[in-house]
Nanobody, 127 residues
Framework: QVQLVESGGGLVQAGGSLRLNCAAS????????MGWFRQAPGKGREFVAA????????YVADSMKGRFTISGDNAKSAVYLQINSLKPEDTAVYYC????????????????????WGQGTQVTVSS
């Protein structure tokens, strides 16, 4: 099992930006798709974005296009999430996930497709 470690969360004012980071604890060649999900208080986990590490293909949830940008580093087995113009409704725990398959946009949005998960990093946006 691949261990994923997130960082970069915190408390930020509305309108600010954050960059979330996630990396495998050890270099792995078995993780092909990496994604971000989030879970707001009292809500289920929702897909944010995903990327295929080898090709650089990226997918962002329709509701988050424009403010969320995902990028990956295959050499480091890492994935990043840049969030701009943060809103209070972005407050959530953000989870990094890794999958041992290549996924297109249709499948990358389902958390059941992922094999490994980080513990989550809290993002709190104050108004």
């Amino acid at each position: 099992q691949v261990q994923l470690v997130e960082s970069g969360g915190g408390l930020v004012q509305a309108g600010g930006s954050l960059r979330l980071n996630c990396a495998a604890s050890a270099r792995t060649t078995s993780t092909y798709t990496m994604g971000w999900f989030r879970q707001a208080p009292g809500k289920g986990r929702e897909f944010v974005a995903a990327t295929v590490l080898t090709s650089g293909s990226t997918y962002v949830a329709d509701s988050m296009k424009g403010r969320f940008t995902i990028s990956g580093d295959n050499a480091k087995s890492a994935v990043y999430l840049q969030i701009n113009s943060l809103k209070p409704e972005d407050t959530a725990v953000y989870y990094c996930a890794g999958a041992r398959r290549y996924y297109n946009s249709q499948y990358a949005q389902y958390e059941s497709r992922y094999d490994d998960w980080g513990q989550g990093t809290q993002v709190t946006v104050s108004s």
